[in-house]
């Protein structure tokens, strides 16, 4: 017998397939790390209560989960809006550099009050976020080369120009450690009264609103939808790939930017050497997992920092190694990237019998 696997290109994603997926990987994903667990003789059920219960039942698992959130939420936003129109910017850590680099410069130079120094904060890494991916960003709508690429490629220079600013031309004077000066009291996020949550919820929530508003109620979400869906039926229709493409992909680098200065201004202080959070690269199952729709972005990003949050606290209270929490928040990344295959593939398996060799070379007559 011989297994035949067919792969066949899905014309239409089920609509169980598309808000079903998410849960179902989830739950794959931490069903195949409680092995993981259990080798270590930790109780899953125990983690995950830890990891899920109680870091959203109490107030300081609440105000940790929400402040990991934001830039979460930012850099989410940073990759699913170019998504919509089937670009990939893997580079939004690069962006969030850049974005943090500006933000700091500003916070830490111009003296103005908070009202005032906080929005010229965030138009600088906004800003600094944009200038940093407009070249793959022009060479994909101008000459078609992969984003994927390139945007990565941004990366690498963005942490190593950072590296240098911390050392050199941005470094506190007379610090003995590779970081700028901290942001004064002027350009921090303060805390929202009552709920003591990072402001910078606001900001995230607002972002996503706007986004929710732009891409379902206007001509040019319609456009970045349609030009997603099919970008030569939509070249036919009138609409330009190159604009379209320029804006989702600038807008993009600009939000990361935004990232890059809420965790400046509403965590860090002041930019280090050391400061590689990741939270570009965690953007990309956040923006595969919330693809539906910006609020399930944000629902993403929700989820990401509960799995940062509460796999600190099993650190912790359980004496779990930090691979293990690594292992889990990996496979759930690696669950969703391949729920992704089969929501684009329907895969056909078949059982056919093998050809007799003897047969087929019987002379027609012989016994």
Sequence with gaps: MKLDVELTPREEVPRWMGYGTPVFTILAALAVSAVALVALDVSPLAAYRIMFVQTLTTSFGLTETVAKAVPLIFVGLAVYLPLKAQLWNIGAEGQLFLGAI?????????????????????????????????????????????????TLLFVFIATEIKNYLVRGPMQAPGANFPQTPGLPAAARLPDLPIVGFPAGIVLAIALVGLIHVLLNYTRLGFEITFIGANDEAAEHAGMSKFKIYMIVLLSG???????????????????????????GFTAIPIALLGRNGAVQVMLAALFFAVLFVGGSSIQTLLS????????????????????????????????????????????????
């Design 102 to 150: 500006a933000g700091t410069w500003v916070g830490v130079n111009v003296s103005l009050p908070t009202y005032a120094l906080l929005p010229l904060m965030f138009v600088a890494g906004g800003l600094a976020g944009a200038v940093w991916i407009a070249v793959p960003a022009w060479l994909r709508a101008k000459l078609g080369i992969n984003e994927i690429i390139t």
């Design 253 to 279: 680098g600009a939000i990361a930017g935004f990232a890059g200065v809420s965790e400046m201004a509403g965590v860090q202080g002041r930019l280090r050497a050391q400061f590689a959070p990741g939270y």
């Design 320 to 367: 779990v190694p930090a691979a293990i929490v690594n292992i889990i928040q990996a496979l759930v990344i690696l669950f969703l990237i391949t729920a992704e295959f089969f929501k684009q593939y329907s895969i056909d398996l078949s059982l056919t019998k093998r050809p007799d060799s003897n047969a087929a070379g019987r002379v027609e007559g012989d016994l």
